[in-house]
């Protein structure tokens, strides 16, 4: 349909920068998040019994003992079920391929956990009285969660913050007239094994289960003794206050209180990804203690002080903001209900939203994955469920990949560390399931893992291939390194990951097959998470060569190839077989409808409404359509699929697309993307929650981060070696600036753009990159040299000339 683009006026800053609600969450997609990428907090913004529920992103059942406890198929059961298998492809007998390769499943990741709840109960010593001029917000410019109301004539205000810092979740409590009442309580919806109230506060040691049963299955929680098999935690909270301490029930108290405040610390014995928890409890308590009197020693002032700078300092290197009708309500579910009552959807309605959502995303993941601790999984750092969907695990066949596209295109490079920390432990413990379930060297992941590094075929022997068998989840992973090189990471990058390259390109060459014409391809092959039916009405999930394996060998083998030229390594044996491997692939098939096949037989008919789009990934994440005649089969097989689908499918969808230059059907996907998760639509309808978590449904935050890099693609592209301006705006994105997007090879891209039309550019060149670069804008190309000491600008005007000095 034809969109007309609204009356715009610049956004305020709370209108791009802030979370705001007035009333307290009545639910757990109503709070608000908080975390440094250790430790999460969810705050409900409560005036009677404020809740603030607590993550410690090392918080996991089990241990990677865990991954082969039950005794895993041997290797010479794998060998006759895989040997099966492709007999069986071969022969046409799908169902009978199926069968076979189930043969190879065992066990399941494990779980991330809740780890406590911090309660603080309010009293006022009138009695019940109205709370009045009730507010409460989210700055995720400063990572600052603020509840503020009037009761009784009396100021209250709460400020709850996660610092990375000093460790600490900190919550201060200010109160006019005569103050309020305060008591404390620390609970787990864990093993609690110890609870000592102290002279300042509350310590709380936690044991986590050996296993934790997928949801809905009973009984959901198994514990060990008390050895070292399992993770244990502890919880340290200090305080202080100006107000009369009293005896709590079970907790800390204090009446008339009109300043306190709480440092909170968690720890757990889990020493690393990858690695076997070790230690006793009594340390990790005495680590969490220290941190908790650390913070209370310097105070909360220094505290913040401190956690705003560290937050601002990833924060603010790159905000979008995008002009749009101006907003009458603050309040986010009211704005909402008025954006979405306009024509084209509540983006189109109120394009500061769409700002907002993209600025969230970068927030969530500045808050769940940092230096030193583990990745954002399906949850981010968040999750209250004892048995969260899909365990909260970390889900490889796009869902932990799709988390982490943003971070080179928006200047969080940092937060990729935890993702290369996961690799490695994959690569250690894929060793040992590529040599027992293939026979084959180096090292091989499945779809989904865990903290500890899980590689397996998941399942029980019953699970369906569909998901349950794709040995392509290293191959995936290792795109973030082949990208972390293309947007400017040196030759110290390329050496420290070039082992676990070598070796997944080792496995995957191994298990390679000849096909009739002399192309190579695999076998047994799934297409996540898709079945077909063949021509005699089986329908199945394993076939031969699936499009989206070969697409991923051969980014892999390119990976290869580049990591060999800047590392000297043209002699090594496996570079040559994957560059005589990498010729010999199929490209994207065309079947004779005109769309992307999903398999190399096109006689294999895929469920056409799927969720997934693997056979397009090379259109994105990968590097794009190489010739017209892809990018119109990748189209149109977009068309096939249909736009409503899942969140995270939604925000897939819609990078695809504005590769493929569709403003108009970005929008039609942003429209499904801001609509009202708590609404029931079906499983596979996503939207958006109050808190403005993404739902697939339920909530996952592949969604939220995805939609940061499909938001970037709109804006910049550069995947083709041109930096490329503006190519695909969505009339939602008519008007904005932005600041701090990344263009391979490293170039720092500042943008203005109005109705449409470009403003002014400038760019900067990371240490590397400096030199000549192609630009692109409407059609219009020139050389720029850009350097990297200081800003080279542009505007609509300059494109007219051939080349323009920095």
């Given at each position: ?13 709370a209108?791009v920068?802030?979370?705001a609600?007035?009333?307290p ?12 990428g ?23 059942s089990?241990?990677?003992a ?31 391929a ?6 190879v499943?065992?066990?399941q ?29 989210l ?5 600052v ?31 006019g ?7 404390l ?14 002279a300042d ?11 934790v ?7 959901p ?21 100006d107000?009369?301490?009293v ?24 020493v690393?990804v990858?690695r ?9 308590l ?8 650390r ?10 002080l ?8 990833l924060?603010?290197?790159c905000?979008?903001?995008v002009?749009?009708p ?28 769409l ?14 994955s ?47 560390e ?35 590094g ?55 060459l191994?298990?390679l ?7 190579v ?9 898709n ?8 329908v199945a999930?394993?076939a ?7 697409s ?5 083998f ?9 590392l ?5 044996p496996v570079?040559?077989a ?23 037989d ?13 056979h397009?990934y ?17 189209a ?23 590769r ?12 499904l993307?801001?609509?009202d ?13 109050p ?38 705006l ?7 600036r932005?600041?701090g ?35 692109r ?30």
């Amino acid at each position: 349909m034809t969109r007309l683009p609204p009356t715009t006026s610049p956004p305020t800053a709370a209108a791009v920068h802030e979370l705001a609600f007035d009333r307290p969450a009545t639910s757990w997609t109503e709070a608000l998040p908080l975390g440094n990428g250790a430790t999460g907090a969810m705050c409900f913004g409560r005036v009677d019994r404020e809740r603030i529920q607590v993550n410690d992103a090392m918080a996991w059942s089990g241990g990677p003992a865990s991954e082969l406890a039950g005794g895993p198929p041997d290797a010479a059961v794998c060998a006759d079920a895989l040997a099966r298998s492709r007999s069986a492809v071969a022969a046409g007998d799908s169902t009978g391929a199926d069968a076979a390769v189930r043969r190879v499943q065992h066990g399941q990741p494990q779980t991330f956990l809740p780890f406590a709840d911090l309660e603080l109960g309010f009293g006022w010593p009138e009695g019940p009285t109205p709370v009045t001029g009730y507010r409460r917000c989210l700055s995720l410019a400063t990572g600052v969660h603020e509840t503020r109301c009037e009761v009784g004539g009396a100021q209250l205000v709460v400020r709850t913050r996660v610092s990375r810092p000093h460790g600490v979740v900190t919550v201060v409590v200010e109160c006019g007239g005569a103050g309020v009442d305060l008591d404390l309580s620390l609970t787990t919806p864990l093993r609690a094994t110890e609870l000592t109230v102290t002279a300042d506060g509350l310590d709380l040691l936690v044991q986590l289960p050996e296993e934790v049963a997928p949801e809905g299955v009973e009984p959901p929680l198994r514990y060990g003794d008390a050895d070292q098999r399992s993770t244990r935690g502890a919880v340290s909270l200090r305080w202080r206050h100006d107000g009369t301490e009293v005896a709590g029930a079970g907790g800390p108290a204090a009446r008339g209180v009109h300043r306190a405040e709480l440092h909170l610390a968690t720890e757990t014995t889990a020493v690393g990804v990858g690695r076997t928890p070790s230690g006793p409890v009594q340390d990790a308590l005495a680590r969490a203690q220290a941190r908790a009197g650390r913070a209370l020693l310097d105070g909360a002032d220094t505290v913040a002080l401190a956690q705003e700078a560290d937050h601002a300092a990833l924060y603010d290197r790159c905000v979008l903001e995008v002009a749009g009708p101006p907003q009458a309500a603050t309040d986010l579910p009211q704005r909402f209900l008025e954006a979405g009552a306009s024509t084209g959807g509540a983006a189109a309605g109120d394009p500061s939203l769409l700002a907002l959502l993209f600025n969230y995303g970068r927030y969530l993941l500045i808050s769940s994955s940092r230096p030193g601790g583990p990745p954002a999984n399906l949850q981010g750092i968040w999750n209250d469920l004892v048995q969260p969907p899909w365990s909260s695990d970390y889900t490889t066949n796009i869902n932990l990949q799709m988390n982490y596209w943003l971070a080179e295109q928006t200047d969080l490079v940092e937060c990729l560390e935890p993702l290369f920390d996961l690799l490695g432990a994959l690569a250690v413990s894929g060793e040992e399931t590529a040599t027992r379930v293939y026979g084959a060297p180096g090292w091989v992941a499945h779809h989904c893992s865990d903290v500890w590094g899980y590689t397996q075929p998941v399942g029980d022997g019953t699970h369906d291939p569909a998901w349950a068998f794709w040995p392509m989840g290293g191959a995936w992973l290792l795109q973030h390194v082949r990208e972390r090189l293309r947007f400017g990471g040196g030759d110290e990058v390329a050496a420290a990951h070039w082992p676990l390259i070598r070796s997944a390109a080792e496995f995957h060459l191994h298990v390679l097959l000849e096909g009739p014409g002399g192309e190579v391809g695999t076998s047994p092959s799934t297409s996540p998470e898709n079945h077909f039916t063949t021509p005699d009405g089986q329908v199945a999930a394993t076939a031969s060569t699936s499009t989206m394996d070969v697409s991923l060998l051969r980014d892999l083998f390119l990976l290869v190839a580049d990591v060999a030229d800047r590392l000297d390594l043209s002699g090594d044996p496996v570079v040559q077989a994957a560059a005589r491997a990498r010729s010999r692939l199929p490209e994207p098939p065309v079947g004779p409808d005109g769309l992307v096949q999903e398999w190399l037989d096109a006689a294999l008919r895929p469920d056409p409404d799927h969720r997934h789009t693997a056979h397009l990934y090379f259109v994105h994440p990968g590097d794009g359509p190489a010739t017209p005649e892809l990018a119109r089969a990748a189209a149109l097989s977009l068309e096939g699929r249909g736009d409503e689908s899942t969140g995270w499918s939604l925000v897939w969808k819609a990078a695809m697309r504005a590769r493929l230059r569709q403003p108009e059907r970005v929008s039609d996907l942003f429209d499904l993307l801001f609509r009202d998760a708590t609404v029931d639509r079906g499983p596979f309808a996503g939207g958006l929650y109050p808190n403005l978590f993404a739902a697939h449904p339920p909530f996952q935050i592949d969604a939220n981060l995805g939609f940061v890099a499909a938001v970037a693609e709109c804006l910049l592209q550069s995947h083709t070696g041109v930096v490329d301006l503006l190519p695909c705006l969505p009339v939602e994105l008519a008007s904005g600036r932005v600041t701090g997007l990344v263009a391979r090879p490293g170039l720092l891209v500042d943008l203005e753009w109005e109705g449409g039309r470009l403003g002014h550019v400038r760019l900067r060149a990371r240490p590397g990159a400096a030199g000549e670069h192609l630009v692109r804008w409407d059609g219009h190309e020139l050389t720029v040299a850009v350097g990297a000491d200081g800003w080279t600008s542009l505007t609509p005007e300059d494109f007219t000339r051939r080349e323009v000095g920095a």
